[in-house]
């Protein structure tokens, strides 16, 4: 089976931490994406990677970075902490170039600043 | 830039009567569309695609949607609703014309399914 899997279902942070979300995937998908979910506005896309060391914004990068060392591995960094960053985020994995397929998600990672 | 509409913040439905939640869709080529179920506190599951062809496409726990082209639209169906049915439901596209392969997600349709 088809796996993603993000280190924490739940993290409680501080404001001004900095804090590393983990994402794996064990179907060697060149793809990586992270997104937030927030009520009422859907999905949004954070980042995305396409390939190891590469990465291209998505639509609301700003208080993001990423990190893609390992093919399996992609990691969403949020660089200080704020409390409007206190959200469900998402991550997901998918074929390259393969636009006729689905993109696999994690379980999610409740991220709580305080 | 390619766009998804959930024009339903949520839908009540009784076990036993037909389903229906809404989506219409904007991009700049043909589209690929996505259906994905979110159970509370859990990731995104895969429901179901339509890609090229039939404009009837069926999908997992007895899911189907219509391709409308002249509508735009990609609206989720069930002929008989379940109680467990109930969850959030997202809409999806992905414009081949696009950079890499991202989705453009709705903002999500709550379904309750009551007895």
């Known amino acids: 089976d088809v796996k993603v899997t993000q280190s924490s279902r739940y993290l409680v942070k501080r404001t001004g931490e900095k804090v590393f979300l983990e994402c794996v995937q064990d179907?060697?998908?060149?793809?990586m994406f992270w997104y937030r979910q927030d009520p009422g506005l859907g999905l949004r896309l954070i980042y995305f990677s396409y390939d190891v060391k590469m990465k291209e914004k998505g639509d609301i990068p700003e208080g993001y970075s990423v990190s893609r060392e390992k093919k399996e591995r992609f990691s969403l960094i949020l660089e200080s902490a704020s409390t409007n960053q206190t959200s469900m985020y998402l991550c997901?994995?998918?074929?390259?170039?393969?636009?006729?397929?689905?993109?696999?998600f994690g379980q999610g990672t409740r991220l709580t600043v305080v | 830039a390619q766009s998804v509409a959930q024009p339903e913040d949520q839908v009540n439905v009784a076990e036993g009567n037909p389903l229906t939640v809404k989506c219409t869709y904007s991009v700049s080529g043909n589209p690929y569309l996505f259906w994905y179920v979110q159970y509370p506190n859990r990731g995104l599951q895969f429901l179901l695609k339509y890609i090229t062809g039939d404009n009837l496409v069926k999908g997992s726990y007895g899911f189907e949607a219509e391709f409308n082209k002249s509508q735009t639209s990609f609206h989720l169906k069930k002929p008989s609703a379940l109680v467990s049915d109930s969850a959030l439901y997202f809409c999806a596209v992905r414009d081949p014309t696009g950079t890499a392969s991202k989705l453009t997600f709705g903002t999500g349709t709550r379904l309750q399914v009551t007895l």
């Open positions: 997901a994995s998918s074929l390259p170039r393969a636009w006729n397929t689905e993109a696999f």
């Open positions: 179907m060697d998908h060149e793809n």
